[in-house]
Nanobody, 121 residues
């Protein structure tokens, strides 16, 4: 089992920044690919960014150049740095873990409870 806890959400103005940490506990964190997904009201959960155990990253086109995913295996942490935020980034953000490599679909074994991000115009 892997437990994931997100934090760092909140209300921010358009153009601002937020950093979302996700703390993992349980099995060996470094063996897992980590992903961030988001779900806006009335929409399906969508891939935002992912990072493999080796540090290789993958991003959704909508966030490339604005968001950065990183991980600290020694601290069992994964981060999503969000810059130049837009109102359309408003959503609940979820941290997820899966063995192997990053997947852009929601086929992850473990999920956090989410943290809410609201971007005002």
């Amino acid at each position: 089992q892997v437990q994931l806890v997100e934090s760092g959400g909140g209300l921010v103005q358009a153009g601002g920044s937020l950093r979302l940490p996700c703390l993992a506990s349980g099995r060996t964190f470094s063996n897992y690919a980590m992903g961030w997904f988001r779900q806006a009201p009335g929409k399906e959960r969508a891939f935002v960014a992912g990072i493999n155990w080796s540090g290789t990253t993958l991003y959704a086109d909508s966030v490339k150049g604005r968001f950065t995913i990183s991980r600290d295996n020694a601290k069992n942490m994964v981060y999503l740095q969000m810059n130049s935020l837009k109102p359309e980034d408003t959503a609940d953000y979820y941290c997820a873990a899966r063995p192997g490599t990053v997947a852009t679909v929601a086929r992850y074994d473990y999920w956090g409870h989410g943290t809410q991000v609201t971007v005002s115009s």
